[in-house]
């Protein structure tokens, strides 16, 4: 079956702008998380919706900002962008909790200027 | 809170060679422990998972991690190294009752030499 799909994979924004990042589960899955993977900081949590519900968020700003739809497709948005937001957005899929495998996408990769 | 170290940033081996990798994790209670594997403009790929039992688990590509509740410790091994196992390696620590949610530690990027 197919992956986890992100789109796009590569985004330049300027300081100020937003954006909107996409991420397409695998079929059936119905949990998505987002983490942030910059060099300084590591990978780190965004949030998890799980059947159109956020189930868990981390420790991000308000600017950031996901949803989920009913086919379990998700979209982070990012507003008024700053530079250190520069990094790789990741995204993961699952069936339900921890006890199922997560599987993620090859992500995407954004640059602030 | 849990936390993931991974006291290692780089580790260089040859061809052939064992190796391990350290992670030690803070959590409270029993955790959800993970080993992944990132190769160069790729995402995330699971090698292996503890969640209760046998303390060692396999996994895919000839790793094994054991898991020390003692230590607090889930180190990952292989016993000989090939050159596509250069990559970088995340540990990662789950709570049942935090969803999904992962913390991982910093990451130890492993070369393979010739």
């Known amino acids: 079956k197919a992956g986890v799909t992100q789109t796009p994979r590569y985004l330049i924004k300027t300081r100020g702008q937003q954006v909107t990042l996409s991420c397409s589960p695998i079929s059936g899955h119905r949990s998505v998380s987002w983490y942030q993977q910059t060099p300084g900081q590591g990978l780190q949590f965004l949030f998890e919706y799980f059947s159109e519900t956020q189930r868990n968020k981390g420790n991000f700003p308000g600017r950031f900002s996901g949803r989920q739809f009913s086919n379990s497709r998700s979209e982070m948005n990012v507003s008024t962008l700053e530079l250190g937001d520069s990094a790789l957005y990741l995204c993961a899929s699952s069936e339900a909790g921890l006890d199922y495998e997560q599987y993620f996408g090859p992500g995407t990769r954004l640059t602030v200027t | 809170a849990q936390s993931v170290t991974q006291p290692d940033i780089h580790i260089t081996v040859s061809e052939g060679a064992s190796l391990e990798l350290r992670c030690n994790y803070s959590y409270g209670a029993t955790p959800y422990l993970f ?66 949610k992962l913390t991982f530690g910093g990451g130890t990027r492993v070369l393979v030499k010739p």
């Open chain 2, 35 to 100: 080993w992944y594997v990132q190769s160069p403009g790729q995402g995330l790929q699971l090698l292996l998972k503890y969640f209760s039992g046998d303390t060692l688990v396999q996994g895919i590509k000839g790793f094994e991690a054991e898991f020390k509740r003692s230590q607090s410790s889930f180190n990952l091994r292989k016993p000989s190294v090939h050159w596509s196992d250069a990559a970088e390696y995340f540990c990662a620590v789950g709570a049942r009752a935090a969803g999904n």
